[in-house]
């Protein structure tokens, strides 16, 4: 029997998802209940990143629980003669003034601060838009949630889908049939039955707008284009048949209307099946690297929100203070997961005890696999490591992103590498040892999986400049470094 492609260590599981359930969301500024939220109004001055408010506005349903806030030490300090708060969010300092119960202004600092109180004392009738407080911004975001709308009421379309999309009112059946032949041809076949002749030629004709602008969108981002490398091996592989596969669907395309209805259809050659089988091979590969990225971006988002919660990352290595014992930083992870399974197994950590204690040494036979590798074969070695040293990111005894000057997208604060290191042991990566890319990584092929201080995880090539390398081990080195393409298509013209 053929064997099967892909790892299949005991951290093999099902197809992973990790969804980003950290504080980074408007309300998380502040602690605020999603579902209390109302309204936003968010600014930031050139230079500064999305995630970095220069001015946060934020009117809330419900009264804001400023003793909660203080509960939860995001206040920790009374406010000044002037009624303004300091305030943390885990990754800075802010200055916060109730406007009224439901309104909240959260300034970086005192202009902006002042910036927007001189808006609020403006007349309303003089008053320009509150974005025009900004000077010259270079990221403005405004959220407003409302109920949703009553059945009879119709939800208003992007005035491109408007102008593309059929009107539904019209469309009485809609039929898909996709056909795949004995000699592997593939057809694919749409039947829209309107409630007008007419509405059925505007079906037609809306959807030949479309056709000619996806030919557009076809030619401009995707034809003789190829992946980075760093991408998914198995659609690297394929893509210059996905492309053809792609070509094909859309010069095949055929419209036809008959009275009330309207027939789209396309059909491919072999070529489709061919690649979807050649890609389908390589499922339980992508499966694992997915799983991969997904814990990764786990890990991320717990270490964002321990920073929301401390003000600061945590430190390697744990060290309890009633009983003077160390643990990992794996271990204390556990319980920023928002996983109730990992939960439960911190709870059953005995921090007053060494980590290699009987008691202790017993939760590495638990299934965790958050901290592993699909293609690690030890069912209890970590796969994910910081990287300690003079300059790097976690060197300091209170690490915080505030620290780090560099850029954070090019600055790594977790690598992946194959080392017979326990999860829960208290050890990771020197400087030195991971300055050699082709030493690190997990998977069978020339890509390291990193994680970076921008809560995003990225695959670096091991061929990549080991000068580059070395500047994104470091916080604050101030050399530029051309973060490696991830996902977008590049034209062979422009490599």
């Keep these: 029997m053929e064997k099967e492609e892909g790892p299949q260590g005991p951290h093999v599981k099902p197809l992973e998802f990790s969804f980003d ?49 203080k509960q939860d030490g995001i206040i920790d300090s009374e406010p000044d003669t002037n009624g303004i708060f300091e305030v943390t969010n885990g990754l800075d300092t802010y200055l916060l003034k109730l406007i009224s119960p439901n ?20 007349p309303v009738a003089t008053r320009k838009s509150a974005a025009a407080i900004f000077s010259d911004p270079n990221f403005v975001f405004r959220m407003a949630l409302r109920d949703p709308p009553a059945r009879d009421e119709a939800i208003p379309l992007p005035p491109l889908v408007k102008q593309l999309a059929p009107d539904l009112n019209t469309v009485a059946q809609v039929v898909l049939n996709i056909d795949l032949t004995d000699n592997h041809k593939f057809t694919a076949q749409i039947r829209g039955t309107f409630t007008t002749e007419d509405a059925a030629k505007d079906a037609s004709l809306k959807f030949k707008m479309a056709k000619s602008m996806l030919e557009q969108v076809f030619e401009l981002y995707l034809a003789d284009t190829e992946l980075p490398k760093t991408y998914d091996p198995a659609i690297v592989e394929n893509w210059p048949h996905c492309l053809s596969v792609l070509s094909k669907l859309l010069n095949n395309i055929q419209t036809e209307v008959n009275g009330k209805q309207c027939v789209i259809q396309t059909e491919c050659d072999q070529e489709f099946y061919d690649t979807a089988v050649a890609i389908a091979k390589k499922f339980p590969v992508q499966k694992a690297r997915q799983n991969d990225l997904s814990r990764m971006q786990k890990i991320l988002s717990a270490l964002q929100y321990y920073h929301f919660r401390h003000g600061q990352y ?19 992870l556990l319980n920023y997961m928002r996983d109730d399974d990992l939960y439960d197994i911190y709870k059953q950590y005995r921090k007053d005890e060494p980590w290699n204690s009987e008691a202790n040494l017993k939760l590495l036979d638990a299934s965790v696999s958050v901290f592993s590798s699909s293609w690690e074969t030890d069912p209890h070695a970590a796969s994910f490591f ?33 080392r017979d290191i326990p999860w829960t042991m208290p050890a990771d990566l020197n400087f030195e040892d991971a300055l050699d890319l082709k030493k690190l990584g997990v998977w069978d092929n ?3 999986l990193v994680g970076t201080a921008q809560l995003v995880p990225m695959v670096i090539l091991s061929d990549f400049s080991p000068e580059s390398w070395r500047n994104m081990l470091l916080k604050a080195d101030g050399n530029p470094v051309k973060i490696p393409e991830q996902f977008r298509p590049i034209k062979r013209a422009n490599r």
């Design 386 to 418: 910081f990287v300690l040293g003079k300059g790097t990111a976690m060197e300091d005894e209170k690490p915080k992103v505030t620290q780090i000057k560099d850029p954070l997208p090019a600055t790594v604060l977790i690598v992946s590498a194959d």
């Design 314 to 332: 945590p430190t390697p290595t744990i060290i309890d203070e009633k009983s003077g014992h160390a643990r990992s930083w794996r271990v204390e």
């Design 21 to 69: 359930t950290n504080d980074r969301s408007i309300g998380g500024l502040m602690n605020i209940p999603q579902e209390s939220l109302e309204k936003a109004l968010w600014g930031t001055r050139p230079g500064i990143g999305p995630f970095k408010p220069g001015l946060c506005v934020i009117q809330t349903r419900d009264p804001i629980d400023v003793e909660k806030l």
């Design 446 to 448: 020339d890509q390291v």
């Design 103 to 122: 309104l909240a202004v959260q300034a970086k600092d005192q202009e902006n601060l002042d910036a927007f109180l001189d808006f609020q004392n403006e």
